[in-house]
């Protein structure tokens, strides 16, 4: 089982920029593909970002393409998501989660049943 925290959330104004962080700990954190999830109140969680287990691979929702940017470092267990250019429909719940299975990334990007391990989450609040 792998442990996850999330920091870096807040409260910013539109056009601001956040920088999240995940630490992790437990399992091989350099063998899994990482993602990033959002969930605002009333919706359903949401694919935000994930990255292969090298690093090599990413994919973004639409809805951030151009504005987020997600990387790891495996030295340090840890997977980061740098949000710019922030929208008030950004605003949610950001969670951190760790795939289920080794070596397992798609471009289409990660469904929330294909991550086993979840952070608690770190509220991000955009001000218009």
């Known amino acids: 089982q792998v442990q996850l925290v999330e920091s870096g959330g807040g409260l910013v104004q539109a056009g601001g920029s956040l920088r999240l962080s995940c630490a992790a700990s437990?399992?091989?954190?350099?063998?899994?593909?990482m993602g990033w999830f959002r969930q605002a109140p009333g919706k359903e969680r949401e694919f935000v970002a994930h990255?292969?287990?090298?690093?090599?691979?990413?994919a973004y929702a639409d809805s951030v393409k151009g504005r987020f940017t997600i990387s790891r470092d495996n030295a340090k267990n840890t997977v980061y998501l740098q949000m710019n250019s922030l929208k008030s429909e950004d605003t949610g719940v950001y969670y951190c989660?760790?795939?289920?299975?080794?070596?397992?990334?798609?471009?289409?990007?990660?469904?929330?049943?294909?991550?086993?391990?979840w952070g608690q989450g770190t509220q991000v609040t955009v001000s218009s």
């Open positions: 989660a760790h795939n289920k299975y080794a070596g397992v990334w798609s471009p289409l990007g990660g469904r929330v049943a294909d991550f086993g391990s």
């Open positions: 437990g399992r091989t954190f350099s063998s899994y593909t």
């Open positions: 990255i292969s287990s090298s690093g090599d691979n990413i």
